[in-house]
Antibody, heavy 123, light 110 residues
Framework: EVQLLESGGGLVQPGGSLRLSCAASGFTFGSYAMSWVRQAPGKGLEWVSSISNTGASTSYADSVKGRFTISRDNSKNTLYVQMDSLTAADTAVYYC????????????????WGQGTLVTVSS | EIVLTQSPGTLSLSPGDTATLSCRASQSVSSSYLAWYQQKPGQAPRLLIYGASSRATGIPDRFSGSGSGTDFTLTISRLEPQDFAVYYCQQYGSSPRSITFGPGTKVEIK
């Protein structure tokens, strides 16, 4: 059974940093691209970032480019996102999601999702 | 960037009814690279349909997807109580790489 478990969320002040983790199990983690998708309270879904199976390729939404860094450690079956220069607009539940292929594109949909971790940016 | 519009915003139906949800793209979605997700309150989204019409693993055949180009439809036949939720469409596969979601359609009990 595929399981994705996010952690690392919490309350952070504007301008601060946070690193989220996603522990994966139930599949060969190193064979699939992975992504982060977020959802602001009461709002819709927004894709944030993706990384290929080896980590060689990454992609970011314009809203986070230059502030967020996605990475992975295939030896630990774990996905990360380092979030810097956070603003109130980054407040959201952050979901880790698995893609059905190893590289980025074209089949960039999400076949499994974690339960999410809440990031609140507030003073 | 391809913008997705979903209609209606809210659909009020009774169990046993058929739900027809629309997703319209601002430009053609290549190779029908469109997915549908279901999200219940407090839960993560669940993949229902990919490639516009292929059901994901474990999804009952009451759920069906159709469409191409800029117009796509999710049909839910014989609505069951557990089907009342928010449904999102998502496009992928565009070049340069862009992934966008629609704003969602809420299917509520009438």
């Amino acid at each position: 059974e595929v399981q994705l478990l996010e952690s690392g969320g919490g309350l952070v002040q504007p301008g601060g940093s946070l690193r989220l983790s996603c522990a994966a199990s139930g599949f060969t983690f190193g064979s699939y691209a992975m992504s982060w998708v977020r959802q602001a309270p009461g709002k819709g879904l927004e894709w944030v970032s993706s990384i290929s199976n080896t980590g060689a390729s990454t992609s970011y939404a314009d809203s986070v480019k230059g502030r967020f860094t996605i990475s992975r450690d295939n030896s630990k079956n774990t996905l990360y996102v380092q979030m810097d220069s956070l603003t109130a607009a980054d407040t959201a539940v952050y979901y880790c999601a698995k893609e059905p292929q190893q590289w980025l594109g074209p089949r960039d949909y999400f076949d499994y999702w974690g339960q999410g971790t809440l990031v609140t940016v507030s003073s | 960037e391809i913008v997705l519009t979903q209609s209606p915003g809210t659909l009020s139906l009774s169990p046993g009814d058929t739900a027809t949800l629309s997703c319209r793209a601002s430009q053609s979605v290549s190779s029908s690279y469109l997915a549908w997700y279901q999200q219940k309150p407090g839960q993560a989204p669940r993949l229902l349909i990919y490639g516009a019409s292929s059901r994901a693993t474990g999804i009952p055949d009451r759920f069906s997807g159709s469409g191409s180009g800029t117009d796509f439809t999710l049909t839910i036949s014989r609505l069951e109580p557990q089907d009342f939720a928010v449904y999102y469409c998502q496009q992928y596969g565009s070049s340069p790489r862009s992934i966008t979601f629609g704003p969602g359609t809420k299917v509520e009990i009438k």
